[in-house]
């Protein structure tokens, strides 16, 4: 370890994000994995967390108490909404700084997230990917310049096994087309279509939802206009881009002075 070493915690260890996150954590020079916790009861309770993410043993055992993420310099959550606004309470208490990836928090949940962030650095971000932090700053420019005459729809798929809809990332981009357009998504949001819908109303921004398969994360946002197209995708292959975005937020937040940060922070800082 080098004396530049970040301590990481990892809360929801035993799930896809967070043993990929520790797989990532061990090939990285710079972070040292101190904690790991999960949910009371589930198998992985007192296990190696280096061996269930298939790293080899690292001595890290998966606890039911998530307030040993205290030992921490940065603790990265992929969880759950309820289990990340309590884990944003250890954090802010005990003063270490929290990277948030898990994506279906309610307005109420991310005020919780906000206020922890007056006393740390927390980044907050529905998805760590690069490559999509980028497409939200395209969608936003394209979208403030294909106006009258263009319908914006956005189609996302992801594997069965994903809990929420639309995913976090297609609501983001759907954000980001509205701050292009300069209007509220609330306001213009289709979020259903089924039976005698009527016409599509001039200046929505439309959403559809596949569900199936293994299906990492597929964006596309489509500018339909009159004879033509355009359309800005993003398509994951491998969970690592993500895990590798979480570690850059959390290398950004443990150098952060305090505030509320978002993927774009991090990639400018
Ligand atoms: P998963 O179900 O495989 O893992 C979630 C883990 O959190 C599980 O181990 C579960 O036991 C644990 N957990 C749930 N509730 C808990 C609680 N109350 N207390 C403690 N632990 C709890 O899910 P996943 O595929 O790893 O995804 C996790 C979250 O991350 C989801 O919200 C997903 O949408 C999001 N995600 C975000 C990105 C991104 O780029 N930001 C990428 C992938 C997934």
Not at 60 to 80: E, N, P, R
Not at 146 to 170: N, Q, R
Not at 171 to 191: I, P, T, W, Y
Request: some cysteine.
């Amino acid at each position: 370890m080098t004396a530049h070493t970040i301590k990481i915690g990892i809360p929801g260890a035993a799930g896809r994000m967070g043993r990929m996150l520790i797989r990532e954590i061990d090939a990285a020079l710079d972070l040292e994995l101190v904690a790991a916790s999960d949910r009371a009861g589930i198998d992985a309770i007192g296990k190696d967390s280096g061996l269930l993410a298939g790293t080899g043993s690292n001595g890290v055992i998966i606890g039911d108490d998530a307030a040993a993420l205290a030992a921490a310099d940065v603790i990265i959550d992929f969880t759950s909404p309820t289990a990340s606004v309590a884990h944003a309470g250890i954090a802010s208490s005990s003063n270490t700084a929290l990277v948030v990836g898990t994506t279906g928090l309610t307005d109420e949940d991310e005020a919780s997230l906000r206020a922890a962030a007056d006393g740390i650095a927390l980044v907050y971000c529905a998805n760590t990917s690069v490559g999509v932090t980028l497409l939200g700053k395209l969608v936003e420019q394209v979208a403030a310049q294909l106006v009258d005459g263009w319908d914006i729809e956005i189609l996302e798929a992801h594997h069965h096994h994903k809990v929420d809809a639309p995913s976090g990332t297609a609501l983001a981009l759907g954000e980001a087309a509205a701050r292009g357009r300069g209007v509220k998504l609330d306001d213009v949001a289709d979020m259903v279509r089924k039976g005698q819908t009527g016409a599509r109303r001039t200046g929505d921004i439309g959403f559809a939802v596949l569900r199936g398969g293994d299906v990492t994360g597929e964006h596309s946002v489509i500018f339909y206009g009159d004879s033509e197209r355009v359309e800005i995708s993003h398509r994951a292959t491998d969970r690592a881009i993500f895990a590798r975005g979480a570690l850059r937020a959390a290398r950004f937040a443990s150098g952060a002075g305090t505030g509320f940060y978002n993927m774009e922070d991090v990639l400018a800082g």
